[in-house]
Structure formats: C-alpha cells, structure tokens
C-alpha cells in the first residue's frame, strides 16, 4: 500500500482553460474526499464518495466544479472556466467507512493550481 | 453551522512542552480529530478523541472535554521536526465531513 496519490503535483493553468485531477486513494478506503487550501486556512470541504456514489457536494462549490468516481476506486475533480480565485491546493483524502474510522483521513501530497 | 477557534502561532524551545488549544461550537458533537502538515506537505492524522479525557500517542496526547467544548493537543519533548501546522478538526453528529480549523503554526527554536 502507497497510501494516497495525486496527479498531477502542479498545474499552471491561464484563466478560462479547463483542468483536471485525479486522485488514487488507499486501496481498502471506499470513501474519498475532496478538499481545497489556501495559505493560511484549513482544508475546505468540496465534496465526498462512499464507493462510486457522491454522497454529499458543499453548498460552496459552483457549477464549475464537477467531480467523479465512475469504478469506486480513483477519482476526477475537474474544474472548468477556471478563474484566478481557483488557485489552492486541492487535496484529497480518502478513509474507512465507519465509526472512528471515518475520522482518520489519509491525505494525498496535493494537487497545487495556479490560474494565471 | 460549525466553528472552531485555535491560536493562530504558537513558539516553543526544543525540548520544551507546549499545548494547542482548540474551541468549538457544534450541535450533535461526535469527535474531536487533530492533524499535522509541514510546509508544502499534506495533513497526517495524529489523534482523535470522541470521549471526555486523554488519549496517548507517544509524545502526542489530546485532551477533550465535550462539556466545555474544548480540546487540547500536547506535544512533549518537542524536537525541531515538530515545527509543523496543527488542525483540529470537529465532525458533528449526522455528517460525515469534518470541519477543519484555521490551523496553529508551531515555532520550534533550538
């Protein structure tokens, strides 16, 4: 077990171009999460998967940003029209269902985007 | 909704103790979590608490009380590796998402 991936590490975009990410979580984790940092602050929820269905979408995220899980195993979150406020890091976790399990998340190192 | 408050920089010497600590308000708590992530790394997960009292993990401890709503994270023996930021994080009853404080930043000197 690798633990969690992320690819790509950095992503320079210009304003308006699409982007894409994805995310391999720990092999045995049926829920993965998407976050987003920015300097300063904590992770911010964006939204989670239990196995291939997404459960739950913050009410933060626009219309831009869609997010899949098509197998149950890696992830896409992708991001159209990007604009400057897009720049952050985009971080995904994945963890155990259940219980006190759900509270231990395994963080990937982190997609880092920078709209130009 | 949920909040959380924490220092927002906390300096120590090596060798030293020191204790982050983290307030919140939730409704239907269910467990307090701490997490560390050095510059340019990801979080790791240290220590989660659902009960009242300590739980141990090494040099790591963390503190809750649930009626006070407030926790603590105590670093012994601190080593200048341990110059890193600390999250806790609050998961209320009924959801599945954490919510993430703002972050301490620890300052290690020697």
């Known amino acids: 077990d690798t633990g969690v991936s992320q690819d790509p590490r950095h992503k320079i975009t210009k304003r308006g171009q699409n982007v894409t990410f994805r995310c391999d979580p720990i092999?045995?984790?049926?829920?993965l999460y998407w976050y987003r940092q920015t300097l300063g602050q904590g992770p911010e929820f964006l939204t989670y998967?239990?196995?291939?269905?997404?459960?739950?979408k913050s009410r933060l995220l626009s219309d831009r940003f869609s997010a899949e899980r098509p197998k149950g195993s890696f992830s896409t979150l992708e991001i159209q029209r990007t604009e400057q406020g897009d720049s952050a890091m985009y971080l995904c976790?994945?963890?155990?269902?259940?219980?006190?399990?759900?509270?231990?998340?395994?963080f990937g190192p982190g997609t880092r985007l920078t709209v130009l | 909704g949920q909040s959380l408050e924490q220092p927002s920089e906390v300096t120590a010497v090596e060798g030293a103790i020191v204790q982050i600590n983290c307030t919140y308000q939730?409704?239907?708590?269910?467990?307090l979590s701490w997490y560390q992530q050095h510059d340019g790394g990801a979080p790791t997960f240290l220590s989660y608490?659902?009960?009242?009292g300590l739980e141990e993990t090494g040099r790591f401890s963390s503190f809750l009380s649930r009626s006070d709503s407030y926790g603590y994270l105590l670093l012994q023996e601190l080593q200048m590796k341990d110059s890193a930021s600390y999250f806790c994080?609050?998961?209320?009853?009924?959801?599945?998402?954490?919510?993430f404080g703002r972050g301490t930043s620890l300052i290690v000197h020697p």
């Open positions: 939730t409704s239907g708590f269910y467990g």
């Open positions: 092999s045995e984790h049926n829920r």
């Open positions: 998967f239990q196995n291939e269905a997404q459960l739950e």
């Open positions: 976790a994945s963890s155990l269902p259940s219980g006190r399990n759900m509270d231990t998340q395994y």
């Open positions: 608490n659902a009960l009242d």
């Open positions: 994080a609050v998961r209320s009853g009924g959801s599945y998402i954490p919510t």
